[in-house]
């Protein structure tokens, strides 16, 4: 039998999935990590060398169950905006500075400077941003900037210094012409730290011989670039077609929605990832299940599940939202949350509450449809919002398309495909 495997670096875990040829899973495995270590000043950062053990360990598991098949290929999801400084050898000179750090604040303006205003690199998060931070703790000029999926890839082959077109959007690369742009060099990195971009699915090299002999794996399975550990989710749920969108119904609201021509307007957060020949755009909105939890036990929650009336609706005009601000569909940050009036019965509440998670979705398509995005044929549901039933009706009613939950939505799922196919 001949297999893939995807590995998904997650914040608290590794999963490693593997699928035969009819993309069936045939193995899984998954190893916890630490929590990130959180300080002062927006700090949240892992030591690079957990995750390779948590990695050595799920591929020897999975190789494992597998009982001898051929293991063609391996793709790696990391976490957007991870990253980490090492030599070109792949020794780490820093932690890594996770996604959701944000101590490179300061650095901002010497990033608006450079940057157009519509890029993604202008966030305290993305990083470029923490490119310039890490940059300042080391004394040396000798270096790599490496995500967490790419440095993951250069332990797999034993080369550094790959990385793929959808982890290095918020490190400045330009998707649409393929390089880096050339405002970047305003920056005065050092020559050679930024990776060498590939597109998702590129075949970069051979798992190395110390990996084989300590995983069992063969030395001839092919090293593949990934994706964002999102963007994998999204591969792992079967959307291929223009227009095929994915919500997903988490603790925010995220919609994705695959086009033919990238979007991007800073202003809403919306930006765009390329796959293949298609994009992926996106875009967040602050409002989604947080909302629900912050008002409503679990318990509660599938009480009134129950009392739900799809087909009738409330009327009640809400905008759900933990806190004030918005950005996507409206740009406000000083928006206020509507939930008021609130009617004596919590089920109604909670169904008005639903639906105007509901419609800041439509909302959402609306707006990427009027920014260049085509207008979507079908939705595919994830999160944790995606098994309510009543909710996915009242979805589809407001939004006038089929509205699915995803048969599978493992970002490890997705990144296997992504080496599937290279090997097809």
Same mark, same amino acid.
């Given at each position: 039998?001949?297999?893939?495997?995807?590995?998904?670096?997650?914040?608290?875990?590794?999963?490693?999935?593997?699928?035969?040829?009819?993309?069936?899973?045939?193995?899984?495995?998954?190893?916890?990590?630490?929590?990130?270590?959180?300080?002062?000043?927006?700090?949240?950062?892992?030591? @690079?060398?957990?995750?390779?053990?948590?990695?050595?360990?799920?591929?020897?598991?999975?190789?494992?169950?597998?009982?001898?098949?051929?293991?063609?290929?391996?793709?790696?999801?990391?976490?957007?905006?991870? $990253?980490?400084?090492?030599?070109?050898?792949?020794?780490?000179?820093?932690?890594?500075?996770?996604?959701?750090?944000?101590?490179?604040?300061?650095?901002?303006?010497?990033?608006?400077?450079?940057?157009?205003?519509?890029?993604?690199?202008?966030?305290?998060?993305?990083?470029?941003?923490?490119?310039?931070?890490?940059?300042?703790?080391?004394?040396?000029?000798?270096?790599?900037?490496?995500?967490?999926?790419?440095?993951?890839?250069?332990?797999?082959?034993?080369?550094?210094?790959?990385?793929?077109?959808?982890?290095?959007?918020?490190?400045?690369?330009?998707?649409?012409?393929?390089?880096?742009?050339?405002?970047?060099?305003?920056?005065?990195?050092?020559?050679?730290?930024?990776?060498?971009?590939? @597109?998702?699915?590129?075949?970069?090299?051979?798992?190395?011989?110390?990996?084989?002999?300590?995983?069992?794996?063969?030395?001839?399975?092919?090293?593949?670039?990934?994706?964002?550990?999102?963007?994998?989710?999204?591969?792992?749920?079967?959307?291929?077609?223009?227009?095929?969108?994915?919500?997903?119904?988490?603790?925010?609201?995220?919609?994705?929605?695959?086009?033919?021509?990238?979007?991007?307007?800073?202003?809403?957060?919306?930006?765009?990832?390329?796959?293949?020949?298609?994009?992926?755009?996106?875009?967040?909105?602050?409002?989604?299940?947080?909302?629900?939890?912050?008002?409503?036990?679990?318990?509660?929650?599938?009480?009134?599940?129950?009392?739900?009336?799809?087909?009738? @609706?409330?009327?009640?005009?809400?905008?759900?939202?933990?806190?004030?601000?918005?950005?996507?569909?409206?740009?406000?940050?000083?928006?206020?949350?509507?939930?008021?009036?609130?009617?004596?019965?919590?089920?109604?509440?909670?169904?008005?509450?639903?639906?105007?998670?509901?419609?800041?979705?439509?909302?959402?398509?609306? $707006?990427?449809?009027?920014?260049?995005?085509?207008?979507?044929?079908?939705?595919?549901?994830?999160?944790?919002?995606?098994?309510?039933?009543?909710?996915?009706?009242?979805?589809?009613?407001?939004?006038?398309?089929?509205?699915?939950?995803?048969?599978?939505?493992?970002?490890?799922?997705?990144?296997?495909?992504?080496?599937?196919?290279?090997?097809?």
């Amino acid at each position: 039998m001949n297999c893939c495997i995807g590995i998904d670096l997650g914040t608290s875990g590794v999963r490693a999935i593997a699928i035969d040829s009819e993309k069936s899973i045939v193995a899984e495995a998954i190893v916890d990590l630490p929590p990130p270590e959180r300080g002062g000043e927006g700090s949240s950062e892992q030591r @690079p060398e957990c995750w390779w053990d948590a990695v050595l360990d799920v591929l020897f598991s999975v190789t494992q169950q597998l009982k001898g098949a051929d293991v063609q290929a391996i793709a790696v999801d990391g976490t957007s905006s991870t $990253l980490l400084l090492c030599d070109p050898q792949g020794s780490p000179l820093t932690t890594a500075l996770m996604y959701n750090d944000s101590r490179s604040k300061a650095l901002l303006p010497e990033l608006a400077q450079a940057a157009p205003a519509s890029s993604p690199v202008n966030s305290a998060s993305s990083s470029l941003a923490k490119l310039l931070y890490l940059r300042r703790q080391i004394d040396t000029e000798n270096f790599l900037a490496l995500h967490q999926a790419d440095w993951i890839l250069g332990r797999l082959s034993g080369h550094f210094g790959f990385s793929d077109e959808n982890n290095c959007l918020k490190l400045g690369y330009d998707p649409v012409q393929r390089c880096w742009p050339t405002w970047m060099e305003s920056l005065a990195l050092p020559p050679g730290c930024l990776p060498d971009v590939r @597109p998702p699915g590129t075949v970069i090299g051979r798992l190395s011989a110390g990996v084989a002999n300590a995983t069992g794996m063969p030395a001839s399975t092919r090293i593949v670039t990934g994706t964002t550990d999102s963007n994998a989710a999204t591969l792992a749920t079967g959307a291929a077609e223009i227009g095929d969108a994915v919500t997903s119904l988490g603790s925010t609201l995220v919609l994705k929605i695959l086009s033919d021509q990238p979007v991007f307007a800073a202003e809403f957060g919306i930006y765009s990832h390329r796959l293949g020949e298609h994009w992926l755009v996106g875009g967040a909105s602050n409002s989604g299940g947080a909302v629900c939890a912050d008002l409503f036990s679990r318990e509660e929650m599938a009480i009134l599940t129950q009392q739900i009336e799809p087909d009738n @609706p409330t009327g009640l005009d809400y905008y759900p939202l933990v806190q004030p601000g918005e950005r996507f569909p409206l740009n406000d940050p000083a928006f206020a949350p509507r939930l008021e009036p609130r009617p004596e019965d919590d089920a109604r509440y909670f169904q008005g509450i639903l639906e105007g998670i509901a419609n800041i979705e439509r909302e959402g398509y609306a $707006l990427l449809q009027r920014l260049g995005a085509p207008a979507p044929g079908r939705v595919i549901s994830i999160g944790g919002g995606a098994g309510n039933e009543p909710w996915r009706q009242i979805r589809q009613r407001l939004l006038g398309v089929p509205v699915e939950r995803a048969v599978q939505q493992q970002a490890a799922y997705g990144t296997a495909l992504l080496a599937l196919a290279a090997v097809s």
